[in-house]
């Protein structure tokens, strides 16, 4: 045969043995990738309506909380669109989980995307976060004036070091790393550099080791002094108000805490919404920085009125009148006039812009003077009295402890029920001191409050008798749980005389109301004098409260109450009420409604108050 017939055959033998050989068998499909399985059909879902996918995140806490938080699932569209809706959320897991997870110190953190169920509308989330990267080492450097030699550059120097808050073995938190880096900038700028800032700052971490090792260089720039003080925005009010609380001194060394202090004083005044205390921070103009101080000013008159009723004294209505720039002096007048059914009373105060007293190893102190008038009429137990008293104070705080002195001359007529008229004085001294230790000034969770008082009279000026009053009331509020607390508050006083009948009532004692023993009427404990009820010389009462707080709002008491007041301490009874009240919160603090049951009497008594200001 030819060559070219002979290769004809060759092949064709050959392409059937190929034919005949079994095939291979064919490898395994991959598993679609979280992707691809958002294309693979699912059952028809054109006609349900848009659902949100459901997530399970598989991560150790606080990364589960915040994965939940920040990266919330997707609302599913139907049909062809489903998987668009999905895709970008996918991307942005796939980016953010490693970045969320190295906020928390775990920088090689994986996950794991599952879809499941039939309509693939369920996906689970595993995260593998890897171990948590602690810091292993801090070095602080120092450039600027802070660098320099010297013993007291040291020592702060020390101390900035010292007050590093994230120190080493911590876990290495991007927040805490903020944090720490803040704080350390306003240790820095505390005293003397006013212009310090961190120049540099680095976290080197290591993921395999899980460690960082953190760097940073505090540049202090120049120490600053102040200088001047200039006074901008006050327009109604003399300048003289803020003049009075300003003691810096030009070229004393910036402190900020000398700033905030005196911002607090022009702050606690009367006339300013708001008032803000700054200097320049420029390093190149660091030697006595003008201080500027800019306030925003309040009206300078006020009127209101008010209606209410109280269990002590019934329905009652108010207005008051403010003027807080009296005279053109800054001087500030607060004048009420108050009706009730039973009590009467029209006063004025007018304080005079604070000022400022040396204090041995205290420095300088603010204080506030005033001094007002009052009168009073009124008809409690049967007793018709008629009041008017003038009075001088002065007002300051030592430490936690705020403190009142000052002097009061009272004179009054009283007229008992079936029994003499008389007509009483007393020219006084008085001193009151009150301390608070808690959470909350108008609502109180947890803390106490005392408050001392001390008064004296002399027949040999122009008292009616010689006699020392002294009382102290005590409250502490106990924090039980999430929810409860507990109230206990005593109170007693006794004052020193040979005999009560001369002495004006306000230096003598009576109990009973919504703010004492609660089962009794308002002042009803006391000395009976004809058909009427007066001061005695002692006072002793206490309570016990439990109070449940239901929500926010509304809570629930029990409580029990005892305490008398008497002219001898044989007189004295121990008189006891108890009860239950409902509490409500308000800005002003809790108002309660309680109802009590006096065992003497044997009746009960609804005690609360409540005014609507408008």
Request: with cysteine; glycine share 8%; aromatic share 10%.
């Amino acid at each position: 045969m030819r060559p070219l017939a002979l290769f004809w055959l060759a092949c064709v033998a050959s392409s059937l043995s190929l034919a005949q050989e079994p095939a291979a068998p064919a490898a395994p499909p991959a598993p679609p990738s979280a992707e691809e399985s958002l294309d693979q059909p699912a059952r028809d879902t054109r006609r349900e309506p848009s659902r949100t996918l459901s997530v399970t995140w598989q991560a150790p806490e606080p990364l589960r909380a915040l994965y939940i938080k920040f990266l919330p699932p997707p609302t599913l569209e139907s049909g062809e669109r489903r998987a668009g809706s999905i895709r970008p959320w996918l991307r942005d897991v796939r980016r953010r989980v490693p970045e969320i997870a190295a906020s928390e110190g775990y920088f090689s953190a994986t996950l794991d995307i599952q879809f499941e169920g039939e309509r693939r509308d369920h996906v689970t989330i595993t995260v593998t976060p890897g171990l948590r990267t602690v810091v292993e080492a801090v070095d602080i450097e120092f450039e600027g004036d802070l660098a320099l030699d010297g013993a007291q550059r040291e020592k702060r120097r020390r101390e900035l070091r010292a007050g590093w808050a994230l120190t080493p073995g911590q876990p290495f938190r991007s927040s805490d790393w903020d944090v720490a880096k803040t704080r350390l900038q306003e240790a820095l700028v505390e005293v003397d550099y006013a212009a310090g800032d961190i120049s540099s700052s680095r976290a080197e971490v290591d993921a395999e080791a899980a460690k960082a090792h953190l760097k940073l260089t505090l540049a202090s720039g120049p120490p600053f002094t102040l200088g001047e003080v200039g006074i901008q925005g006050v327009e109604r009010y003399p300048e003289s108000i803020i003049r009075r609380v300003v003691d810096l001194k030009p070229g004393e060394r910036y402190r900020a805490e000398r700033l905030i202090e005196m911002q607090r004083r022009i702050q606690n005044g009367p006339w300013f919404s708001s008032v803000v205390v700054e200097i320049e921070r420029d390093p190149a103009h660091a030697e006595q920085v003008p201080v500027k101080i800019v306030v925003s000013e309040r009206p300078t008159r006020e009127v209101g009125l008010a209606l209410g009723y109280g269990t002590d004294d019934g329905a009652r209505s108010e207005v008051a009148f403010r003027h807080r720039n009296l005279f053109n002096r800054g001087f500030d007048l607060q004048s009420s006039l108050r009706v009730s059914q039973q009590r009467q009373i029209g006063y004025a105060d007018v304080y005079l812009p604070p000022g400022l007293f040396a204090a041995p190893r205290r420095g300088n102190i603010p204080f506030t003077d005033s001094f007002g008038v009052l009168t009073e009429r009124s008809t409690l137990s049967n007793l018709n009295l008629t009041r008017f008293a003038v009075a001088g104070y002065r007002h300051f705080k030592l430490d936690t402890i705020e403190t009142r002195v000052g002097l009061t001359y009272q004179i009054e007529r009283s007229r008992p029920d079936g029994a003499d008229e008389r007509i009483k004085r007393a020219f006084a001294p008085i001193v009151a001191f009150t301390w608070r230790n808690v959470d909350n000034i108008f609502d109180p969770r947890r803390g106490g409050v005392l408050n001392v008082q001390f008064a004296a009279g002399s027949k040999t000026f122009a008292s009616g008798d010689d006699f020392l009053k002294t009382y102290a009331q005590y409250q502490h509020w106990f924090p039980l749980g999430a929810r409860d607390q507990v109230l206990l508050r005593t109170e007693i006083g006794r004052t020193f005389a040979v005999s009560r009948e001369r002495i004006p009532e306000d230096f003598l004692f009576r109990a009973g109301g919504s703010r004492s023993n609660r089962g009794y009427a308002f002042q009803s404990l006391g000395v009976t004098e004809g058909d009427a009820i007066v001061g005695g010389r002692y006072l002793a009462t206490a309570t016990a409260e439990y109070v449940h707080w239901l929500n926010d709002t509304w809570g629930a008491a029990v409580f029990t109450d005892i305490g008398d007041a008497a002219d001898s301490i044989r007189e004295w009874q121990p008189l006891r009420s108890y009860g239950v009240g409902a509490r409500y919160r308000t800005p002003a603090g809790p108002f309660a409604l309680d109802l009590a049951y006096g065992e003497r009497d044997r009746k009960f008594r609804l005690a609360f108050s409540v005014t609507v200001a408008f």
